[in-house]
C-alpha cells in the first residue's frame, strides 16, 4: 500500500511563498505520475500540478506561471513550490500517485493546511 505523506503548509501573507513536500513509501516517485490536489472549505479536491514519471509538469490554469512542481527520484519526494499566493489558494493541500496527472489512484493522507491571509 501506498503511504503518502505532506508537509510544508503553513499561514503567510498574500504574495508570500510556501514550499510543500509529499514523501512516498516505496519507490513509487519514479514509477507514476504523481500530484497535488487541494480542498478547500465547502469544495470539491481539485487538481492543482502534476509531474509524469518522465518530468512531464502540468499545471491547472489557476497557477500557472506561480506553482512549481518537481521531483526527487532518490529521496522518493516530490515538491510544490508555491509563490505568490493568493487567498484563493488556501486549502489543504494533498498529494496522490496514479497513473497520470491529474489521475488520482493512491490513498489520500493527511495533506497539508495552506492558509493565505492579510
Known amino acids: 500500500q501506498v503511504v503518502l505523506v505532506e508537509s510544508g503548509g503553513g499561514s503567510v501573507q498574500p504574495g508570500g511563498s510556501l514550499r510543500l513536500s509529499c514523501v512516498a513509501s516505496?519507490?513509487?516517485?519514479?514509477?507514476?505520475?504523481m500530484g497535488w490536489y487541494r480542498q478547500a472549505p465547502g469544495k470539491q479536491r481539485e487538481f492543482v500540478a502534476g509531474?509524469?514519471?518522465?518530468?512531464?509538469?502540468d499545471y491547472a490554469d489557476f497557477v500557472k506561471g506561480r506553482f512549481t512542481i518537481s521531483r526527487d527520484n532518490d529521496k522518493n519526494t516530490v515538491v510544490l513550490q508555491m509563490n505568490s499566493l493568493k487567498p484563493e489558494d488556501t486549502a489543504v493541500y494533498y498529494c496522490?500517485?496514479?497513473?497520470?496527472?491529474?489521475?488520482?489512484?493512491?490513498?489520500w493522507g493527511q495533506g497539508t493546511q495552506v492558509t493565505v491571509s492579510s
Open positions: 509531474i509524469t514519471s518522465g518530468g512531464i509538469t
Open positions: 516505496g519507490n513509487i516517485v519514479n514509477t507514476y505520475a
Open positions: 496522490s500517485a496514479g497513473p497520470a496527472p491529474g489521475i488520482p489512484r493512491s490513498s
